[in-house]
């Protein structure tokens, strides 16, 4: 459980303190920035095995909670939405700081970064991974499951906020009006009046996204040797 732990500690403090502090500008003047993305790319892995491998290793010995079969309808109600968001995310418009500047002076190339997936929320892959981490941390009430899945929630949570500020930063005066018109928080700009759902431009994601989730769900005995049942 130690080492667990120590994973855990690792691979989100690899992620947030690499990325998000001065220690980042410092490795690209030393590497550059293509050797600083490859420095990256080889440490989140690491680590991401490692936490992986420290997780199957784990003892499943202490409970927080009762395994109860109604607490495992929280993967399978909410995976479906994880899935269309993290196909939303891949396959549409990236708020990329060059694509944010580019669209300071380009009203049709603002309203691409605010359509689609982004509509409902701007950090549609880390919201994938929130719903997963906290879905299944749910459904499995071991300490070995709480530290695993708690840290991947605890960091997609935190850098979504690292994400935006790191954005405003680097996208300059081209950051507010994305900002307004998009939100974190899932629904929340839409709820507030600055953006609506346009369906047929969710029908890409959620189409993929079902497909994914029928994929995952008959091959997870395969994938986690945990199979799924209705």
């Known amino acids: 459980m130690l080492e667990l732990l120590f994973a855990g500690i690792l691979f989100v403090a690899s992620h947030l303190l690499v990325s998000n502090t ?20 080889v440490l989140a892995l690491a680590t991401l095995v490692y936490f992986i491998r420290a ?3 784990a003892p499943r010995l202490h409970y927080f909670w009762p395994l109860e079969p109604m ?26 700081p060059k694509a944010l500047a580019d669209s300071a002076a380009d009203e049709a ?16 892959v880390q919201w994938a991974i929130i719903l997963w981490a906290a879905s299944h941390l749910v ?12 840290g991947f929630l605890a960091l997609s949570l935190v850098g979504s906020g690292f994400t935006d500020r790191k ?3 680097q996208a300059g005066d081209a950051w507010p009006a994305f900002a307004a ?12 009046g600055r953006n609506r759902l ?7 994601p959620a189409a993929v996204g079902l497909a994914l989730y029928l994929a995952f769900f008959w091959g997870h005995g395969w994938v986690s040797s945990v199979a799924i049942y209705w």
Do not use: C, Q
């Not at 220690?23 to 790319?41: C, D, I, N, T």
């Not at 018109?181 to 507030?192: M, Y």
């Open 71 to 96: 607490l495992y309808w929280a993967p399978k109600a909410l995976m479906l939405l994880a899935f269309a968001f993290l196909a939303g995310g891949l396959l549409g418009a990236n708020a990329t």
């Open 139 to 150: 459904a499995n009430g071991d300490a070995a499951s709480v530290v695993f899945f708690g």
């Open 22 to 41: 001065r220690l980042r500008p410092m490795l690209m003047r030393g590497l550059g920035e293509k050797g600083y993305a490859a420095f990256y790319s």
């Open 109 to 124: 190339a603002l309203a691409k970064l605010t359509g689609g997936i982004n509509r409902i929320t701007r950090h549609p």
């Open 55 to 57: 997780y199957n290793d």
């Open 198 to 204: 346009v369906w047929r431009e969710l029908a890409v």
């Open 181 to 192: 018109a998009t939100s974190n928080l899932p629904f929340a700009a839409i709820a507030g």
């Open 167 to 169: 954005k405003a930063r």
